[in-house]
């Protein structure tokens, strides 16, 4: 491959990732909203839950939106983990030799936490995925057919919580960084109040959206948010 051409793909490959990532940072902030409607109680949160499965009838079939979202989100997955996968593997073998330079420690310290803040984020999905969408997994041993009953017993063991609450820090900083680099990738970072911007939409996303998500879970163990 030539320079040119590689440096074609590298752009075509963030330009995915940056694509991807702008389209996961829209529904994980439709999601933590959905989230907070336990703290309307039990009925608004599972009136919630029952309209996405209605959502579009009758032109579409009952649960059609959800599939389809689904979807969406599965490719957009697979392109978000292959762009990311492609540019690690790109980045080591540029290095032909190891070395250390002071200056871009910090970045190198971003990277490095991206991949791995990437990888506990996608084993958390998996989990969470199993726990509430496909197995539906209640740790508690109770009835898994009532939504909001299901959050409850999940948060209200310790561990569980705990499990989410690190699974949102990884979140947080993957999108605080990841807003940088999708913003760097789209050219919006050409002067020094354009990357101040960035930086600071970086940190306004990771503190909503995972300090949102993180309200639930933490009133549920309080005791607040109860059945």
Known sequence: M?????????????LLMAASGILFILYVLAHMYGNLKAFSGHDAYNQYAEHLRTLGEPM??????????????????????????????????????????????????????????????????????LNFTIGKVNVQGGSTND?????????????????????MFALAMHLHHGTWSAAQTLGLTNNARARRNAKALGWILAVVIAGGFSLVPIFVLAGVITK
């Open 2 to 14: 030539t320079g040119a051409r590689a440096s074609r793909s590298t752009i075509t490959l963030k």
């Open 60 to 129: 579409l079939p009952y649960t059609g939106f959800l599939w389809i979202m689904r979807a969406v989100l599965i490719v957009a997955l697979v392109v978000h983990v292959y762009a990311a996968l492609a540019l690690w593997r790109r980045a080591a073998k540029a290095r032909s030799q190891r070395y250390v330079v002071k200056k871009n420690l910090a970045s190198s310290f971003s990277s490095r936490w991206m991949r791995w803040g990437g990888l506990t984020i996608l084993l958390f999905l998996v989990w969470h995925l």
């Open 147 to 167: 939504p909001y009953n299901l959050l409850v017993d999940t948060f209200d063991t310790w561990w569980m919580t705990l499990i989410y609450l690190v699974a």
